[in-house]
Every structure is written in structure tokens, then in C-alpha cells.
């Protein structure tokens, strides 16, 4: 059933088009390949097109002027005027009343003209529609739409489903990542936006874009770009055209051939390139690239593996419950390691029921100044201390590099009564290379946040990855700044958190 709903919904759109004298070769050959296939879809189109021809032979009527009838005091005299007036009697008569028969004459009909032009030229427009669709060679399929991720199209298709056969001709993905499997066995990934043309069975032409092509299984697949074309020897490679028709070919596996100009046959020069070889084909000419640092989407299922880092805490033991927690002072310097960290020996998992002990007793510890969710340590900074993690994010590239990726930190920060020794959780963004692009941090904590209480504090910050981080470095910092304690900097934490989210 909704099927055929779909299909009604694309009739009607292209027999508006053929209507309007808009409709391609492309359209033309999908409305044909209804018709022929679908005995409901025939019907329909056929409703449609009647339809048409009835709307546009409707003569238009101009509308009539009503301003005099609205006058309001006119229907206010009229009305006084009928309570006022004296009561009329009319007698009764018993006289028949007299009828009069009148000859009607008949008058032959007359056709408006501009309804017999309308009707004419609906019946030559359905004439040459039927031809059109009828007579137009019907083209091969060359590929089958394989998977997609987030595909949104501006060219081609509104909708495209696993399995759906594509013949020749333009197509255009505005976002989300699409993946074609052509008749030679050759996958192609291309990520949006990019416009692009089916050729045939081993050839493409794109316009702009990215591409990964997977042709392990022939040599001989084809793919054009306005200043270049690729020839492949049975590989992996990947392909970047920007919006001027430079192209950029990187390989990953096996040999290609690099050729300036996009005809197949004639070309002026060319470069055989291996895997781990990138070149640019830019002005007429063939230049080397010593390094390549943009990656590709490989295929769909990379992404959607990469989609499982998003909506769930990354920072590794947040809630320092992978150890043992410190209950008593004398465990101070026992245990000086946080799982999932990388430490300096100055911070500790401590145990809540330290809070109850004699040594550290919080006779007006609060519900309202402890993390609601919390398990059963958090962390103790000793002095001065660091721990920090590295979290890989390299796998969501394509949703950062097109800004769409935003991060929420958060965590329970404080320290004990009055004293002020900061806890910071810092995040530094990192390249491929570790240079930093950027920082994000939520703390320290005053203790008058806390009313000088023991306690914590919720701090939470959010805010978009930038562009090209690889990953993300994760810092908590205690300092001891209070001269009240030497033994130890009284700097807490827990429950910290770090999520990504794709932005709609």
C-alpha cells in the first residue's frame, strides 16, 4: 500500500512537469517504467491527466464589486422604514389567476474559443506526452544504491532504498554519506555535499565531492572529474574534487593512473601513482603530495560503528568506582593509583564513609551538597596533583569536520569547608598531529559556592568540537592553595562526564 502511495505522489509530480512542458529525459523514462509496470499506477496517471485537462478548461469569473450591498446605513433606513410604515390590507379575490405560455425560442450553442484552444492544446501535450514516454530508449541500469547514512538528495531520486537499480545520469547528495555498488563489482562511498553522473558500469563523473573506491575484484573502473581522470588497476583509492575541478587522488591499495583532462582516450599527461602516493591535478598539470591528511569515509559501516561514541560518557572511571576506596586515614598512601588514569601519585579514590569516621566526621553533611547518583568513592587530591586521559575520536572525522559534533561536560566539583584548594576539569583538543586547537574547562569551585561547607557542586559546560580534532585530552586538576592542611589539598570530584552528540 505504500507503495503505491509513493508512486501516486511522483505520478502527480511529473505529469505537472510534463503539463508545465518542464519534464527531462530522466523523468520522462521513470514515468514510463511506472506506467508500464503498475496497472494501479496507469490508472491513476490517467485520472491525472483528465484532471488536468478538466481544471484548464474552467473559464475564470471576475468577481462582482459588493461594495454597494455592505452599505450599512442604507440597511438601517430600509429597516426603520418597514417598522414605521402603516399596515397595508390586501383583499382576497376569488378570480383565477391568468397564466401566460411563451414561446422559447431555441438557440444553437456556442463554444467559447479560449475553451477550444485550452482543450486543443491539452490533447497535443497529452499526444507528445505519450509519445515521450512511449518512444524514449530505455537506458540500463549501471549500479545499485547499496546503503546510506543520513542522505538527503538534491538531484535525482527524493528517495533512495537498498537495492534500487540506478541508470545513468545526474545525481546530487546535499548531506550523509551514500554508498553505489556498480555492475563491475567497484563500491564507491561518497560523502556529501557532492553532485555527480552514472556513466556506466565501471565509470562515474564527479562534478565536486569526496569518493572511496573499492575495486578489488576488476581493473578498468573509471572516474572523471572536470580537470582529471582516474584509471584503476585493481585497488583502493580515494578521490577529493573541489568546487574550481582540482582533484586530489590518494591510494591506498594498489596502483592507479593519474591523467590531466577528463577524456578518457586523449589526455596530456599522466602519473601512475601506488598505495601510500597522493597527487593533485591542478591547472593542466600533475603535482605531488608529500603527505595526505584527509581521510576518507570508507564505507557506511564505518560510520555507523563510529555513530556508537555517540549519546555515552567517555571519560573512563568518572565516577572513581574501579578501586577500592581510602575509609580511614591510615589507607592514605596505600593506594595511590586511579584506574583509567594516567596519575602522578598525589590523588586517591576515597570512600564516602570517610565522612563518617571520627578522623573526618561531617556532623551537617547534606544530601543537597553530594552528587544525587553517586557510588561509593569520589575523588582526593593529595597536594598538588593531575590525572588525566586521552579519548580517541578520530572514527566521528566526517561528523567533526563538518561541525556537527557538540560536547556537554560535566561533573560534581568541591573541597572541604573553607578552604581553598580548586579543582579544575579541563578538555584540550587535539589534532592528528597533538597540537591543541582549543580548550574547554568546567571549575574551580569557591568555597563560598558551597557556604563553606564540605561539599560539592554541580559545573557543567557545552559547546562544539572544532574542526579536525582528533582527540580529546581530559585533564582534573587539584591545587593546594590553603595553607590550613599540609597533609593534603582537600580538592574533590565526581561523576564527571563527558558526552557527543550530533547536531540537528
Known sequence: MNEHIENYRII????LLAVNGSLNEQQALKLNNLIINDSQARDYYLECIATQVALQNIECISDQDESELLDVELWRSLAYTEMTAPEVVIPKSNEPVPTHTSQVEKRPNKI???????????????????????????????????????AQWGEGPDVLVPGDKLRPGSLRLTKGVAEITFYDGSVVTIEGPAKFNLEAENEMFMQFGKLWAKCEYNAGFMVRSPGATVVDYGTEFGILVDSRGNTNAYVAKGEIDLRVGS????????????????????????????????????????IEQARKLFGQNLIVNGDFEQDEGMVSAAQLH???????????????????????????????????VLPPNRGNNFFHSLHNSTISQNIDISKLFYYVDHGAVSYDLSGWLGGWEDQDNPVELKLTFLDSNGNPLGKSQIGPVEPTERNNQTGFVRREKTGTLPFNCRTILVELQGRQLSSD????????????????????
Open 112 to 150: 467559447n474559443k479560449i475553451t477550444l484552444y485550452t482543450a486543443i492544446i491539452s490533447s497535443v501535450t497529452l499526444f507528445f506526452l505519450m509519445v515521450t514516454v512511449l518512444l524514449t530508449p530505455k537506458s540500463e541500469p549501471v549500479a545499485v544504491f547499496t546503503n546510506s547514512v543520513d
Open 485 to 504: 592542611d599540609s597533609d593534603a589539598a582537600d580538592s574533590y570530584a565526581d561523576n564527571l562526564s563527558l558526552v557527543l552528540n550530533v547536531k540537528r
Open 263 to 302: 577524456d578518457v582516450k586523449v589526455y596530456k599527461k599522466s602519473q601512475r601513482l601506488i598505495a601510500g602516493k597522493a597527487a593533485c591535478v591542478q591547472d593542466q598539470s600533475i603535482s605531488k603530495v608529500d603527505s595526505w591528511d584527509k581521510p576518507f569515509v570508507r564505507s557506511v559501516n564505518e
Open 334 to 368: 596505600e593506594n595511590m593509583h586511579i584506574s583509567g588514569w594516567e596519575d602522578d601519585s598525589q590523588a586517591i579514590a576515597v570512600n564516602y564513609k570517610l565522612f563518617e569516621t571520627n578522623e573526618f566526621r561531617v556532623p551537617d553533611l547534606s544530601e543537597e
Open 12 to 15: 502527480s509530480k511529473l505529469v
